[in-house]
Each structure stands twice: as C-alpha cells, then as structure tokens.
C-alpha cells in the first residue's frame, strides 16, 4: 500500500503541475478580478531591438517598426548590436534617417549585458524590449502602454503568436504551448501579476530597470525585480506579435535548455519573491508553475517506475493499469512524432506529444547542466 500511495501522490503532482494548477488560477480569476486602469495615452518610448548577427531579418524588423501607429516624435528606435560580424549594423545605418539610432557593444557579452549598457544611454520614460525576428501588429505599442496609465504597473507583456510552419513539425506543439501559457497570463494578471514575461514583447518604466549579470535571462528574472519594487507585472492580450516558430527539435531543445537554466539562475538571484509570508501569491505561483514544472521530468520518471512495479506485482488497481497502457501508448507517439521530423511529415496530434517530450527533455538537461556547468552569457543563432 505504501508504494500505491506513493504513485498516487507522484500522478498527483503531474495532474496538479498541468491541469490542477491552471484550473485553479482560473477559478480564482474568476473571484478575484485585480483590474488595471487603463487609458489611451502615448508617452515617450525608446523602442529596443537586440540583435546580433541578424542581417537576413533587422530590415524587415525597422520596416515593421516604423509602420507601428504611435506618434513618432515619441517614438525613438534603437538597435543594439552585440558585437555583430555581419552587415547588421550597416544594414541599420541606412535608417538612421527615419530616427533609427544603433548602438553597437563590443566584445560579444550577450543581450543580458547588452541591454544593461544599452538603457544607461536613454532617457525615454518607457522602455520597450523586442527582438530582431518578432513582427508588430501596428497598434500593439498603442495597446502595451495605455497599461501604465495605472500607477501600480511597472511592466506589460504582449501576446505572442506563432505562425505555423507548414513544413516543421514543431509548429504545432509551439503554437499549443503557447496558446496554454498565454491563458495562464490572462489568469495571472487578474490574481495580481505575471511572474514572468515574454522577451519579445515586453515594455517597463527605465526606472525600474535592475541590472543584471550577463548570464542571467532577462524575460524571467525582470519581472520577478519590478515584483520586489512593489509595481506589477500585466499581460495585455490586444498588444499581438508574432513570430515563426522552430523549425527543428534540436534547434528547440537547446533553446529550452537555455530558458529553464536562465529562469533557475534568475530565481536564485531574485529568491526573496520566493517568501510565501512576503509575497504569498506570487509564491504559489512560481512553485506551482515553474519549480514544479522544472521537476516534471523527475515526477514522470516515478510515475513510471512505481506504475510499472506495481503493475508487475499485480497489484489490483484500474487506475495503475491505465498509467501503464497510457505511458507506453505515449512513447510510441513519441517515436512517431520523431520519424515524422524525420520526414518532414507534419501530424498536428503526434507533433503535440513530441514537442511535450522534447519539453521535458530540456528540462532533464537543464537541471543536470546546472549542477556541472556555468551558464554562458551569449549564444550562437539557428538562423
């Protein structure tokens, strides 16, 4: 009995990690609506770009930009050149007429230090982060900042969507995934604040801006700073942008890699939001949302030792029997999904289940290289 206790709590756990917790903040949405004032105002912004080695995207990127609808003489566009090789930055300097400036950091330190350098030179009241590769819907700065209109807001965080490839196979499990977090930022920010934000997309008063070492990633430990200085952090669903998504498995498997150990090296470095005396709900939602999340790998992996053992001693247990059929029907979706990448053949069910593995995958990979090795403060691009 001991050992079903066991499993029970484990597939507990991975119910409440992806089900039972988003459940929750939905229902508690529902009673506890913490509303933002929101006006129509258009304060002066220093729009962000960083980019490094992006000469096959940072003109499509300043077109898009300079087409948003905002007031261009509060609107100043920066691009921030990591120490870029390639013809980025004199693709860039061809602008620099239509109030384009470029800022180019030597030494190659990554967009973490970069920005630390780059927001030092500007003065704007509000600072908008974005990346080379996302695309605007004209009136999404419009959308992002009449947040701020709200004194309590320090940061707002936009709606990303993928478009789908129709040649990858990892379009569809993006996309879903994304659909999902999206949902739970809407359920957030009615609680009271996101703990996190997306990198592309994300605007903050400069004062509240924190510096941060180079090898921490910024779309998570940001927000978690804006926290502790007592401002929230809101998602607005009408600020859209949009993106293509990975083209391949490994391609998103390093990039997951990275994120989970950046968000582990941000929340050591912003513990404090981990206080439940300090910050309750902000603390329920990191446990629930990104350690349990993070832990996931090692929750599935008792899952499916305890459910095996106990279904080869014969214990009498329906539900046992079900994790035993569901687990191996799930890897051989599984090896499915990866001779489809294997063929360029798109199943939008199959790839779902691939990417969900590819997830935890990361997550496996993240915490071992945590344990063994230094998080680098820059990285090469897949395209």
């Given at each position: 009995?001991?050992?079903?206790?066991?499993?029970?709590?484990?597939?507990?756990?991975?119910?409440?990690?992806?089900?039972?917790?988003?459940?929750?903040?939905?229902?508690?949405?529902?009673?506890?609506?913490?509303?933002?004032?929101?006006?129509?105002?258009?304060?002066?912004?220093?729009?962000?770009?960083?980019?490094?080695?992006?000469?096959?995207?940072?003109?499509?990127?300043?077109?898009?930009?300079?087409?948003?609808?905002?007031?261009?003489?509060?609107?100043?566009?920066?691009?921030?050149?990591?120490?870029?090789?390639?013809?980025?930055?004199?693709?860039?300097?061809?602008?620099?007429?239509?109030?384009?400036?470029?800022?180019?950091?030597?030494?190659?330190?990554?967009?973490?230090?970069?920005?630390?350098?780059?927001?030092?030179?500007?003065?704007?009241?509000?600072?908008?982060?974005?990346?080379?590769?996302?695309?605007?819907?004209?009136?999404?700065?419009?959308?992002?900042?009449?947040?701020?209109?709200?004194?309590?807001?320090?940061?707002?965080?936009?709606?990303?969507?993928?478009?789908?490839?129709?040649?990858?196979?990892?379009?569809?499990?993006?996309?879903?995934?994304?659909?999902?977090?999206?949902?739970?930022?809407?359920?957030?920010?009615?609680?009271?604040?996101?703990?996190?934000?997306?990198?592309?997309?994300?605007?903050?008063?400069?004062?509240?801006?924190?510096?941060?070492?180079?090898?921490?990633?910024?779309?998570?430990?940001?927000?978690?700073?804006?926290?502790?200085?007592?401002?929230?952090?809101?998602?607005?669903?009408?600020?859209?942008?949009?993106?293509?998504?990975?083209?391949?498995?490994?391609?998103?498997?390093?990039?997951?890699?990275?994120?989970?150990?950046?968000?582990?090296?941000?929340?050591?470095?912003?513990?404090?939001?981990?206080?439940?005396?300090?910050?309750?709900?902000?603390?329920?939602?990191?446990?629930?949302?990104?350690?349990?999340?993070?832990?996931?790998?090692?929750?599935?992996?008792?899952?499916?030792?305890?459910?095996?053992?106990?279904?080869?001693?014969?214990?009498?247990?329906?539900?046992?029997?079900?994790?035993?059929?569901?687990?191996?029907?799930?890897?051989?979706?599984?090896?499915l999904g990866f001779l489809c990448e294997k063929k360029s053949?798109?199943?939008?069910?199959?790839?779902?289940?691939?990417?969900?593995?590819?997830?935890?995958?990361?997550?496996?990979?993240?915490?071992?290289?945590?344990?063994?090795?230094?998080?680098?403060?820059?990285?090469?691009?897949?395209?």
């Open positions: 009995m001991t050992y079903l206790f066991i499993f029970y709590l484990f597939l507990f756990l991975i119910f409440y990690v992806y089900i039972g917790y988003f459940i929750l903040i939905l229902v508690l949405g529902f009673f506890y609506n913490r509303k933002v004032k929101k006006e129509k105002n258009y304060p002066n912004i220093c729009f962000m770009i960083a980019a490094y080695n992006e000469e096959k995207t940072i003109e499509e990127k300043l077109k898009n930009t300079l087409c948003l609808d905002y007031p261009k003489d509060k609107l100043k566009i920066v691009v921030v050149s990591d120490a870029s090789s390639d013809q980025t930055d004199l693709i860039v300097k061809k602008y620099f007429s239509d109030n384009v400036q470029l800022i180019r950091i030597e030494g190659r330190v990554g967009k973490t230090q970069a920005r630390n350098e780059a927001v030092k030179m500007v003065d704007e009241e509000i600072i908008v982060f974005s990346d080379a590769t996302t695309i605007y819907h004209k009136n999404a700065l419009t959308y992002l900042v009449q947040n701020f209109s709200d004194p309590e807001v320090g940061m707002v965080t936009g709606h990303l969507i993928y478009t789908e490839d129709a040649n990858s196979s990892m379009s569809v499990g993006q996309s879903a995934f994304w659909q999902y977090e999206s949902l739970i930022k809407k359920a957030q920010t009615k609680l009271g604040t996101l703990t996190g934000s997306v990198g592309c997309i994300t605007a903050f008063r400069r004062k509240l801006y924190t510096e941060l070492p180079a090898h921490i990633i910024e779309d998570f430990t940001g927000p978690l700073c804006i926290i502790q200085k007592g401002y929230r952090v809101v998602y607005e669903d009408k600020a859209l942008c949009f993106e293509k998504p990975t083209k391949r498995s490994r391609n998103e498997f390093s990039m997951r890699v990275r994120v989970i150990r950046g968000g582990m090296t941000g929340l050591f470095f912003a513990r404090e939001v981990l206080n439940p005396l300090q910050y309750p709900m902000v603390s329920f939602q990191l446990i629930s949302h990104k350690i349990l999340r993070w832990l996931s790998p090692l929750i599935f992996a008792f899952v499916f030792i305890f459910s095996n053992f106990l279904y080869l001693i014969q214990v009498e247990s329906l539900l046992v029997s079900l994790c035993v059929w569901l687990e191996y029907t799930f890897l051989f979706l599984v090896f053949i798109k199943i939008n069910g199959i790839s779902f289940f691939y990417y969900f593995f590819v997830l935890n995958l990361a997550a496996s990979k993240a915490m071992i290289d945590q344990l063994y090795k230094t998080l680098p403060a820059n990285w090469e691009t897949d395209r």
